[in-house]
């Protein structure tokens, strides 16, 4: 599920960086959100780790 959202974001910022470029506020703002999706799937990875070892 997530992969799919990650991707298409990744998609969209590689878009607007080759379109825009990489400094224009669009690609920041979007490598902002792609950084942000990033970021939860990393925290339930090492959320769902956590729980393997404590079991």
Do not use: H, P, W
Request: net charge positive; aromatic share 6%.
């Amino acid at each position: 599920m997530f992969e799919q959202v990650i991707e298409k974001k990744r998609e969209q910022m590689e878009y607007l960086a080759g379109r825009y470029g990489l400094t224009a506020k669009k690609t920041v703002s979007c490598s902002q959100e792609l950084d942000k999706l990033l970021n939860i799937v990393l925290v339930l990875q090492l959320n769902s780790n956590t729980k393997k070892i404590s079991l």
